[in-house]
């Protein structure tokens, strides 16, 4: 089979593990393209030029000979944008080989702004967004009240719009937030020349690049940012994402039409974490996912939160690798489990009384409680193990057990953040 289109996605609640996968990936691969999402994204990578975390530029960039792509599915901060250039560049990684879609979305300040007077105006139940203005500018890409990267290069038609939707923008603020703080056209016309000027030469026509690059027989990899369980879609709506996350939606995301893809490999956590609000059946209770919180590091790469903590869910999972339509799966930060005496498996849930294995809807997910089986744990130190054999015995019944549960083939274990920790099964 050939495999020359590959897509690379999170089969859980994100934080899986991408940024790492794609890093290692890439070294095989020609382009990489990331096709939704934004800066809300944190995707870490560890590799020999050293620790980085990246929000909106696809993990690819530390191979100096891929193109990476910031595909048409994406919204995208010009600000934050030049802000990873900058850094990215200072650590002296090739920025060279960047391009952005004409068709990407600009996520200006004012939908920052917007996230944040509705989160603060939910209080208690707020989404726990990240406030970097996603939902806004993917709400108003959907309203036809955005602006494409591509307009950059059209300033007198740019000024028009931008001015009409700030016009618009500004009744909002001051009638149904009663905002003191409206939007001054000026400052927003300066901000676009500031930080659009600096990355305008990367614009242009993405899907043409692809469409040329997969008829050569190039190999392509797509990046996804969170997992199946934050799709808009076929996520646990509404604590979800405003973007579709699956594999399906890559060739609509990044622009590309007339390949098909060859390869699905979905990353999983060998337990789960999530950020954020929204239903988190298998959560541990404080004590214990202080523990492992701690030895795992389990805090947002992009906003520095401790994230939620949680056994493996073997339900969820099982669905998650479903609407992916997986091939191979990797499983990500074995080694974070060394030194627990037990490891729990939720098999099933318990739904007023009944016991499903169907993923549910979010108002039955939300009474779901989790039916375990527990597997023994181990103490070595496995990091350094590089073949499935090497593994503890009780390692390779639990990564087996998962395997058994969720009905996909297991192909990765990664055993550690950096690029080579990681054995082929
Ligand atoms: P992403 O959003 O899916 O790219 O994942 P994140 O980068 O947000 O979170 C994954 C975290 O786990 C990062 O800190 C990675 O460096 C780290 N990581 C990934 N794989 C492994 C692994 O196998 N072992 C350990 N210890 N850490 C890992
Ligand atoms: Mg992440």
């Not at 594999?247 to 954020?276: E, H, Q």
Request: charged letters at 25%; proline letters at 3%.
């Amino acid at each position: 089979m050939k495999n020359n289109i590959i897509v690379l996605v999170g089969l859980q609640w994100g934080d899986e593990g991408k940024g790492r996968m794609v890093d290692y990936l890439a070294q095989d691969a020609d382009i990489v393209t990331r096709y939704q999402g934004g800066n809300n994204a944190g995707h870490t990578v560890v590799n020999e030029f050293g620790t980085f975390k990246l929000h909106l530029i696809p993990s690819g960039i530390f191979n100096p000979d891929v193109i990476n792509i910031l595909g048409p599915g994406m919204v995208i901060d010009i600000e934050a944008l030049n802000e990873e250039l900058a850094e990215l560049d200072k650590s002296g990684i090739d920025i060279r080989n960047i391009r952005i879609s004409d068709r990407a979305t600009i996520t200006f300040p004012y939908h920052r702004l917007e996230d944040n007077l509705e989160e603060d105006r939910l209080g208690k139940g707020a989404f726990g967004s990240t406030r970097r203005g996603i939902a806004y500018a993917y709400g108003e890409r959907y309203m036809k009240k955005s602006i494409q990267l591509g307009e950059l290069l059209y300033p007198e038609q740019l000024k028009e719009r931008l001015t009409a939707i700030v016009g618009w923008k500004n009744l909002l603020l001051k009638e149904v937030y009663k905002s003191k703080e409206l939007i001054d056209i000026n400052e927003v016309l300066e901000w676009v020349k500031v930080h659009g000027d600096k990355i305008k030469h990367l614009i242009c026509d993405t899907t043409k690049l692809l469409e040329s690059a997969a008829s050569g027989n190039k190999k392509i990899l797509f990046e996804a940012q969170l997992g199946s369980l934050r799709d808009i879609y076929f996520g646990i709506y509404p604590y979800t994402t405003s973007s579709c996350t699956l594999a399906s939606y890559a060739p609509a995301g990044g622009g590309l039409f007339n390949k098909k893809i060859d390869k699905v490999i979905g990353v999983m956590k060998s337990f789960s974490t999530c950020v954020g609000s929204g239903p988190f059946v298998t959560e541990m209770n404080e004590a214990e996912a202080h523990d492992l919180r701690e030895t795992a590091y389990e805090f947002g790469a992009s906003t520095g939160r401790p994230r939620r903590i949680g056994y493996f869910d073997a339900v969820a999972t099982r669905y998650g690798a479903m609407v992916q339509g997986t091939d191979e799966i990797a499983i990500t930060k074995v080694d974070s489990l060394s030194g627990q005496k037990t490891l729990k498996i939720c098999t099933d849930y318990n739904i007023d009384g009944k016991l499903t294995k169907e993923f549910p809807l979010t108002p039955a997910l939300e009474k779901a409680k989790p039916v375990y089986i527990e597997m023994e744990g181990w103490q070595e130190d496995i990091s350094k193990c590089r073949k499935f054999f090497e593994l503890p015995d009780a390692a390779q019944k639990y990564i087996n057990k998962i395997e058994e549960l969720i009905g996909y083939k297991i192909k990765y274990i990664s055993v550690g953040p950096e690029r080579e920790s990681l054995i082929l099964k």
